[in-house]
Nanobody
């Protein structure tokens, strides 16, 4: 069982930045692909970014060029640096993990989810 604990959410003005962190309890963290999803009120949960155990990554079109996902395998932590934030980025952000070196953009492929952290971007 893997536990994921997110932190770093909050309220920020449009154009600002936030960095989310996700600490994982996994024994062999590098063996897990990690990712971030988000869910805005009244909307479906959607893919944001994912990273493989070796560090290759992928992004949703809506965040590409503004967000950056990274990981520190020595600290069992994955990060999401969010720049140039927009009001439409407002959502609960979830950290996810799957036992695979290959990432996925499908929420159904992830076995473990964090409790979520709220990000609110004011206009």
């Amino acid at each position: 069982q893997v536990q994921l604990v997110e932190s770093g959410g909050g309220l920020v003005q449009a154009g600002g930045s936030l960095r989310l962190s996700c600490a994982a309890s996994a024994r062999t963290f590098s063996g897990y692909a990690m990712g971030w999803f988000r869910q805005a009120p009244g909307k479906e949960r959607e893919f944001v970014a994912a990273i493989s155990g070796s560090g290759t990554n992928t992004y949703a079109a809506s965040v590409k060029g503004r967000f950056a996902i990274s990981r520190d395998n020595a600290k069992n932590t994955v990060y999401l640096q969010m720049n140039s934030l927009k009001p439409e980025d407002t959502a609960v952000y979830y950290c996810v993990a799957r036992w695979s070196r290959i990432y996925s953009d499908s929420r159904y492929e992830y076995d473990y989810w964090g409790q979520g952290t709220q990000v609110t971007v004011s206009s």
